[in-house]
């Protein structure tokens, strides 16, 4: 029978020991940093009953006849095991950041994105149509007519009880109530037609209100006789050209100015009534008497160039 000689037989016994060594050093390692992370005694927080002390983590206690790689195995599902007993049964919500949709973003680009031109800033996205055109067509353009001067007039002195854009949403309304603002028709209205207009659901006007425009028109049938016309009255008390204001900012537009007190002064003389110096601005406002445009608002342009014109009054 085949022998082994002494020196291979040192040499097998030296490398077994080595071998058994190492996975000693390998399990004490393992047990001593599991039990630093998971404690023994730690016991689960649901309903399960398991518990870390139940399970025999004794990594040592392997079969001195095992080999290497069984103990490496062994002590492997062990780990497993008890990791999966410590570990929440709950799984971390992850926050997931909400996508806008392109069709939003496209959207969100058109709102600012805009080819209007430059307004004055009290016109905004919320103005009602009405009031925008009135500001883009009429507000301070020059006026020489006598009947639509009356009607600014009339319907600056509203200015008390509304804004102008419930103003022009019944402008036709009064045009038609007023006979079209023709000085002469109103100044000859009685008591019967006051009455009508005033009990008029639709035009929503105080009697005294109706009552002040008919006196007006019959104080205006005086200044004709004196002036020639209402316009040359107006007009001669900015020297037949209108007054151009440069304001960069909504809180530089005044309410009122020296020339509308003057104005103002003047036809209370004269018996007209609700035409104090606010009011009587605003008229000069809307009858182009004075351009508040502000300047980077693209009628401003428009109503200078109309306003450098010769007088034209007719």
């Known amino acids: 029978m085949y022998k082994a000689s002494p020196n291979r037989r040192a040499i097998l016994e030296k490398s077994k020991s080595v071998r058994e060594k190492e996975t000693k050093q390998t399990s004490n390692f393992f047990a001593k940093h599991l039990k630093r992370i998971y404690p023994i005694t730690l016991q689960r927080s649901t309903s399960s009953s398991f518990s ?12 001195t006849d095992s080999s290497a790689t069984d103990s490496t195995s062994t002590l492997e599902q062990r780990i497993s095991l008890a990791l999966g007993l410590i570990s929440s049964p709950r799984r971390r919500e992850t926050f997931v950041p909400k996508i806008i949709p392109q069709q939003q973003d496209r959207r969100l680009y058109e709102d600012f994105k805009s080819d209007e031109p430059k307004r004055c800033n009290w016109i905004t996205k919320k103005s009602d149509e009405v009031y925008v055109t009135f500001h883009d067509q009429q507000w301070g353009v020059p006026v020489y007519d006598d009947n639509l001067l009356f009607e600014f007039l009339a319907m600056s002195g509203m200015l008390m009880d509304y804004n102008w854009t419930e103003i022009l949403k019944r402008k036709e309304l009064f045009r038609e109530a007023f006979c079209e603002f023709d000085p002469n028709l109103v100044a000859n209205m009685g008591e019967k037609e006051i009455t009508e207009i005033a009990s008029n659901k639709a035009i929503m006007l105080q009697e005294s209100r109706v009552r002040c425009i008919v006196d007006n028109a ?19 008390f900015v020297d037949y050209k209108p007054i151009i204001n440069r304001f960069k900012y909504s809180r530089n537009v005044p309410l009122r100015s020296p020339k509308a007190e003057i104005i ?19 008229f000069m406002q809307a009858a182009g008497l004075t351009i508040d445009h502000l300047v980077d608002c693209f009628r401003h342009g428009d109503c200078v160039s109309l306003a450098e014109r010769p007088w034209r009054h007719i």
Do not use: A
């Open 52 to 63: 870390l002390s139940s399970i025999s983590l004794s990594l040592s206690q392997n079969s």
């Open 218 to 236: 019959r104080c205006i049938t005086k200044v004709v006789k004196e002036f020639g016309s209402f316009s040359s009255y107006m007009w001669g």
């Open 264 to 282: 103002s002064k003047d036809m209370i003389k004269r018996g007209f009534r609700f035409v104090g110096p606010v009011i009587v601005h605003s």
